[in-house]
């Protein structure tokens, strides 16, 4: 795609817009019949892949809800303010916002596949708001404000990220102890490449700070742990509702019933009281919670085994369409290339016969001049004798009272009738070449617009079937691996 050379400050600020959404879009490779349908039918936003719009003065992001399928954003160079306009560009894995106004990180929640982030050359005084960017791999924040750089710690959880720029930030000369802070964080990021400024100081504080590292990978290794075993367990008692049976295994029904029963209470220190009901309770708790996490079981079975049938159902209905769609487009290829064919020929016949035809009616035409040009001339020779008896209207006794007028007259009338043929005959060949040529470009358009309704209503499909599984797995029923 070329360049666009616009000055940075040639412009007033201005806001996305359609127009500019257009400009940007077809000046990224639409050429020829791609132009032309996407300018008459308009441009499918959808399907676009990459979105360049640096250099333009643009003060805030809008109008990007429709690239749904957008991979790569250039923002930069630009009078960014402020993050945000981004919620729907899911696919997203390459956004370059630097040379902005930026001073704060916001509004990237919904960007999870995130890779490339570029921020440089902000106003950005703090690392933050950045925790669903798990598959970011790449993130340059040079020459902002960031003046603590301990804050970079924040970025030991991206376990993918493997190349940190933040040179040019503000940070104190003197203060070292806040950049062996830094090293101490960037110390343990696996494979992280940094620049070269910041190499030697980094292996200073890996020696000094040796026991440092140790205790905060301990203490994050402590942390994942716990954080596993609360995941596990969240997904045990999960399984516990899903069953129906949460808080049947045990004594927590009979707690319950004394807990709500005042009276009872007052006769709890009677010899006997608590055995009455607890054990047997208990014992039925317990059995009624072993039969529901066998029948959940069971349930889960049926559940996965009807969705992996359905799946295959999908995958070879998918499959079965597929090829009656390559077979329906291979055999209307050569109906339609049939067809052309076969109007064309159509077409090119009739104006060839009746170019043939036409001819035959100058010879006609010329022999009614003649005659008509030897009437005049006797009418002439009877007028100048005062022998004519016909009782002409006065325009035409005028008209033969010079002989060159009536000669002049019957010439006009000659070449007009000529013109008047030859126009006729143009006319028949030329409006039926153009029938065939609208016919087989309303053909061609009806199809182009069928097509790209298709591909609409697939994009439409499986968004749907995207959302629907989701909802099905995630809110309606859970894994099996709940059951392990």
């Keep these: 795609m070329s360049q666009i050379s616009i000055g940075y400050h040639d412009k007033t600020p201005i806001y996305i817009d359609e127009e500019i959404l257009q400009e940007a879009v077809l000046e990224q490779g639409l050429q020829d019949q791609a132009e032309r349908i996407a300018k008459e039918e308009g441009i499918l936003y959808q399907e676009a892949l990459r979105l360049s719009l640096e250099y333009r003065n643009i003060q805030k992001i809008d109008h990007l809800w429709e690239f749904s399928s957008l991979t790569k954003l250039n ?10 306009g ?3 560009l899911v696919n997203l894995t390459w956004l370059n916002l630097s040379f902005n106004n930026i001073k704060k990180i916001e509004g990237l929640n919904g960007l999870q ?14 690392i933050e708001n950045m925790d669903s960017l798990m598959e970011l791999t790449v993130f340059c924040i040079a020459n902002n404000k960031l003046h603590q750089l301990n804050n970079v710690v924040y970025l030991r959880k991206f376990k993918k990220l493997f190349t940190l720029n933040i040179d040019g930030n503000p940070i104190p000369e003197e203060n070292n102890e ?10 343990t990021f696996c494979d992280l490449r940094v620049t070269l400024s910041l190499y030697v100081q980094r292996n200073k504080a890996s020696a000094k700070y040796n026991l440092d590292i140790e205790e905060m990978n301990q203490g994050e290794l402590q942390a994942q742990q716990a954080a596993e075993e609360k995941q596990e367990q969240e997904a045990i008692l999960q399984m516990h509702e899903d069953a129906f049976v949460e808080q049947m295994n045990g ?7 004394i807990q709500n029963d005042t009276e009872l209470k007052k006769l709890q220190c009677l010899p006997g009281v608590d055995e009455l009901l607890e054990q047997r309770l208990v014992d039925l708790c317990n059995q009624l919670f072993d039969v529901g996490l066998a029948e959940y079981k069971r349930r889960d079975v049926e559940v996965n085994s009807f969705f992996c049938r359905l799946q295959t159902d999908v995958t070879d209905s998918q499959s079965r369409a597929s090829k009656v769609l390559a077979d329906f487009q291979r055999e209307h290829k050569q109906v339609r290339k049939k067809f052309d064919s076969n109007i064309s020929e159509m077409i090119g016949s009739f104006s060839e016969t009746a170019q043939g035809i036409y001819p035959f009616a100058l010879p006609l035409e010329d022999s009614h001049h003649q005659k008509i040009t030897q009437i005049a001339v006797n009418t002439l020779e009877l007028v100048a004798k005062g022998e004519a008896e016909e009782d002409f209207p006065d325009d035409v006794r005028m008209l033969f009272l010079d002989k060159n007028t009536v000669m002049d007259t019957l010439a006009a009338s000659h070449d007009n009738h000529l013109q008047t043929i030859n126009d006729r005959e143009t006319q028949l ?6 029938w065939k040529v ?15 309704m298709r591909i609409a209503d697939i994009h439409r499909y499986g968004d749907y079937l995207r959302e629907s599984n989701t909802l099905i797995l995630n809110e309606d029923y859970q894994p099996s691996s709940a059951n392990d």
Excluded: M, P, Q, W
Aim: proline share 0%; charged share 30%; glycine share 2%.
């Design 429 to 434: 060949v030329t409006r039926a070449e153009a």
């Design 113 to 126: 596949k995130l890779e490339v982030l570029n921020l440089s050359n902000n106003r950005i005084s703090l």
């Design 178 to 187: 806040e950049k062996y802070t830094l090293f101490l964080a960037i110390e």
């Design 438 to 452: 609208a016919l087989i470009k309303g053909i061609e358009d009806t199809e182009l617009k069928r097509n790209r």
């Design 75 to 84: 923002l930069n160079n630009n009078f960014i303010k402020k993050i945000e």
């Design 86 to 88: 981004l919620d729907h």
């Design 251 to 257: 004594d927590y029904l009979y707690k319950n019933i």
